[in-house]
């Protein structure tokens, strides 16, 4: 017997939990228990079987095809096409019940993916690849806004031959209502619990652990605004891609934690989304714009001693570049620098594993889903006046600023490259819409880097003086003070660098007149 099953696009919010001692908690969370619907607690036992060809020709089509025992019965499902970005997945989905556990794609012969799933397997037969197992322990839960969402919490495993993977993820599935209630409700559960966005489906990670695809290093491209829709709605969409950004970027730390890049990677990503916040206000996007800009700075300076660390210890290496002296058994300075580097490193992995950024980027990302704020809009504000009459404006204060700075006090330059950093983050993600201007960006790169390596060198100096506090160390001391006198002499060189990028930039400016 075969009973075809309402088909949709699947929209939910996938995230994964990193302390499997809260398990029986998660549908106990105060955020859960109060909008729950009474008598719609489930729990299942599951098993899914998933398949394909010898040649693998569903995965190449970007198909996924499964068998799964619910209850009594057996469902064919197959998911195709869609995206997944940050945690939020949206595919297509077509499900039939089934009377046997054997493949037959027949089943789907009178759905939309019927015609398209033949054409694709041909000839081939189907052979199992991969098994999963899972309890799944299931809640509906009507929001506020009378959006309904289907919650399910999975413990379980999966199985490609005699590899296993946990399975412990919660999965918010919008049944009806409006997109930015999953993020709401998942910020709010990841205030109550370890959470951190997942991006890969089980199916994916069951690929991975089968050796049947690969874990390819993706760049993590800087997104920029689009060009064909209003100005709140393409700075709102544009803000969603640069949380995205981050999520991945905090993806790649947390997988190699001890890589300096992508500490930077990381703070680079927070730093020109509070930016692009901030050169967005005039349009009340964010409602708790405060907020949120208190606590990703708050995220930021979280990672900001691991930075330091990595430059000290970056400059540390140069400097050995120079030197011909034999180590011996003496503790040196680099020494110093990495145990401390990996000391910061554990505290900081373990609070982000925790899920330190999860309730702020979801719910900033519910807040710009939100649709109260368009009405607020001038209607004739095009996203090419609007961000050029703000960059005019910005750019008029860094160059009224600079008039003030005192180039031989770092202090003064950090705060002037403050300036100049946050005007180089939003012109990046601006470029689609500023034409023959847009060569702004590169001097305020140059610019940018140069000011950057000169406070360095207060940062390095800061460093040093709190970690040798309790060094006795006379070979450390030594290297300290050699690292500063050689920073010394890099920052004088650089002062006069900065000197022509100001100007080469000042001279790019006038374009902004």
Not at 34 to 51: K, W
Request: net charge negative.
């Amino acid at each position: 017997m075969v009973i075809e099953l309402p088909n949709h696009i699947e929209t939910e919010l996938k995230l994964g939990c990193s302390d499997e001692s809260v398990w029986e908690e998660i549908m106990s969370a105060e955020a859960l228990v109060s909008v729950t619907v009474s008598g719609s607690e489930n729990i299942q036992q599951l098993e899914a079987r998933y398949f394909d060809t010898p040649s693998h020709a569903l995965q190449k089509a970007q198909l996924a095809y499964r068998l799964r025992r619910e209850g009594e019965n057996w469902i064919a499902t197959v998911k195709g096409g869609g995206s997944s970005k940050g945690g939020l997945h949206a595919r297509l989905e077509w499900n039939v019940v089934v009377s046997s556990n054997e493949p037959d794609i027949g089943v789907f012969a009178h759905t939309e993916i019927g015609e398209r799933l033949q054409e694709v397997i041909g000839d081939e037969i189907v052979e199992p690849i991969l098994i999963t197992f899972f309890e799944r322990r299931m809640v509906d839960v009507v929001m506020p806004d009378s959006s309904t969402i289907e919650v399910a919490a999975d413990k379980g495993a999966i199985i490609a031959g005699e590899k296993t993977a946990p399975i412990l993820e919660i999965e918010l599935e919008l049944k009806a209502g409006d997109p930015k209630t999953l993020f709401m409700l998942g910020a709010a559960l990841s205030r109550e619990l370890p959470l951190l966005p997942e991006s890969d489906s089980k199916f994916y990670r069951g690929l991975l652990l089968a050796g049947l695809s690969t874990v390819q290093q993706k760049k993590n491209p800087v997104p920029q605004v689009g060009t064909a829709k209003p100005v709140s709605e393409a700075i709102s969409e544009l803000l969603i891609d640069l949380i995205h950004h981050i999520l991945t970027a905090q993806r790649a730390f947390l997988e190699n934690p001890q890589l300096p890049e992508l500490v930077h990677e990381l703070r680079i990503g927070l730093r020109r989304l509070r930016s692009v916040m901030e050169f967005a206000e005039p349009l009340n996007v964010i409602k708790q714009y405060t907020w949120y800009q208190d606590e990703l700075k708050k995220i930021s300076q979280r990672l900001a001693a691991l930075r330091e660390l990595d430059v000290a210890y970056a400059s540390w290496r140069q400097l050995q570049e120079h030197q011909s002296e034999e180590r011996g058994s003496k503790v040196w300075l680099g020494d110093v620098l990495a145990e401390s580097r990996n000391q910061e490193m554990e505290k900081i992995v373990s609070e982000f594993n925790f899920g330190l950024t999860t309730p702020v980027l979801l719910g900033l990302w519910g807040e710009l889903l939100d649709n109260d704020w368009r009405g607020s809009i001038v209607s004739d504000s095009t996203a090419e006046k609007f961000v050029s009459n703000g960059l005019v404006n910005w750019i008029k204060k860094v160059r009224n600023g600079a008039e003030s700075v005192v180039w031989s006090d770092v202090s003064d330059v950090h705060n002037f490259r403050l300036g100049i950093k946050k005007l180089r983050y939003v012109v990046e993600v601006m470029q689609p819409l500023l034409g023959d201007r847009a060569s702004i960006e590169e001097q305020l790169e140059k610019l940018q880097d140069t000011l950057g390596n000169i406070t360095d060198v207060r940062s390095t100096e800061l460093l040093l003086k709190d970690l040798l506090r309790s060094k006795s160390s006379r070979a450390v001391h030594l290297e300290a003070g050699m690292l500063m006198g050689w920073q010394m002499r890099e920052q004088l060189l650089l002062q006069k660098k900065a000197n022509k990028n100001w100007k080469k930039f000042n001279r790019a400016a006038k374009k902004w007149k």
